[in-house]
């Protein structure tokens, strides 16, 4: 399996707190990975990093079969290349219908000429029904986003990325809030979306994080501590001390 993201020696300090310390690992084509650890393990530094919102003070990240540095790029230039980041907090318009958060999310040109004369297409139909078939969303087409359930704004985030077709997805604790049944819902959600591109989470909750069955990284004081299925991880010493607990 090829590799997609590659991250090498990341260090990153702010006001001299070691966030990320010596951080490197990959995520492969079409991966479902998960990242675990404490807090201030450095998840959300490494997201920032992805997305180019934090610059390291030294390493690199590298980007697909051409090894392109995500470090020269601001963070619109990454998104154009294909990665797509889902915030714990979904963001998204409340008083326009699941239907109009996805249309405005196609990936089509953004200019004053093109939104002047757009016309719905046939094509852009059939693509938002097909996005909102894969988040559970196809019967809520119709429905406000302000009125949809927790679990259900948090798979319409999860269709808005999709509508930009990204080939990397980092999604930050999209358990949290949910009830059973959109939690399980939202394991398939996952599994499935990785059959098309790679998908990280980042997730506190370890029932979820099983249910999931994937490859898991467990991160702390900015450095990946071990990675392997949720069972090895969990039998390791360090992991136990500073993150599972005895």
Same mark, same amino acid.
């Given at each position: 399996?090829?590799?997609? /993201?590659?991250?090498?020696?990341?260090?990153?300090?702010?006001?001299?707190?070691?966030?990320?310390?010596? !951080?490197? %690992?990959?995520?492969?084509?079409?991966?479902?990975?998960?990242?675990?650890?404490?807090?201030?393990?450095?998840?959300?530094?490494?997201?920032?990093?992805?997305?180019?919102?934090?610059?390291?003070?030294?390493?690199?990240?590298?980007?697909?079969?051409?090894?392109?540095?995500? +470090?020269?790029?601001?963070?619109?230039?990454?998104? $154009?290349?294909?990665?797509?980041?889902?915030?714990? #907090?979904?963001?998204?318009? $409340?008083?326009?219908?699941? %239907?109009?958060?996805?249309?405005?999310? /196609?990936?089509?040109?953004?200019?004053?000429?093109?939104?002047?004369?757009? #016309? +719905?297409?046939?094509?852009?139909? &059939?693509? &938002?029904?097909?996005?909102?078939?894969?988040?559970?969303?196809?019967?809520? +087409?119709?429905?406000?986003?302000?009125? /949809?359930?927790?679990?259900?704004?948090?798979?319409?985030?999860?269709?808005?990325?999709?509508?930009?077709?990204?080939?990397?997805?980092?999604?930050?604790?999209?358990?949290?809030?949910?009830?059973?049944?959109?939690?399980?819902?939202?394991?398939?959600?996952? #599994?499935?979306?990785?059959?098309?591109?790679?998908?990280?989470?980042?997730?506190?909750?370890?029932? %979820? &994080?099983?249910? +999931?069955?994937?490859?898991?990284?467990?991160?702390?004081?900015?450095?990946? &501590?071990?990675?392997?299925? /949720?069972?090895?991880?969990?039998?390791?010493?360090?992991?136990?001390?500073?993150? !599972?607990?005895?």
């Amino acid at each position: 399996m090829s590799t997609l /993201l590659e991250v090498n020696g990341i260090n990153v300090s702010f006001d001299g707190f070691k966030a990320i310390n010596n !951080l490197s %690992f990959t995520i492969a084509n079409k991966e479902l990975r998960a990242i675990i650890g404490p807090n201030g393990a450095g998840k959300t530094t490494f997201m920032d990093i992805v997305t180019g919102k934090t610059r390291p003070d030294s390493g690199t990240v590298l980007w697909g079969d051409r090894n392109i540095s995500l +470090l020269r790029m601001n963070e619109a230039q990454i998104v $154009e290349l294909g990665i797509s980041r889902k915030f714990q #907090k979904p963001t998204l318009i $409340e008083s326009q219908s699941v %239907f109009e958060n996805l249309l405005l999310s /196609l990936k089509k040109p953004r200019n004053p000429f093109s939104s002047l004369f757009y #016309k +719905l297409s046939s094509q852009d139909k &059939i693509e &938002i029904e097909f996005i909102a078939n894969e988040v559970n969303l196809n019967n809520e +087409l119709n429905c406000l986003a302000g009125q /949809l359930s927790h679990g259900q704004k948090q798979w319409l985030e999860i269709g808005i990325l999709l509508a930009q077709k990204p080939n990397l997805l980092l999604i930050d604790e999209p358990a949290a809030g949910m009830t059973a049944p959109e939690r399980k819902k939202t394991v398939s959600l996952l #599994k499935n979306l990785s059959n098309n591109q790679s998908v990280i989470v980042v997730e506190h909750d370890m029932e %979820f &994080i099983k249910s +999931l069955d994937c490859r898991v990284t467990v991160l702390h004081e900015g450095s990946v &501590i071990t990675e392997g299925s /949720l069972d090895y991880v969990s039998k390791n010493e360090k992991v136990i001390d500073v993150y !599972l607990g005895r």
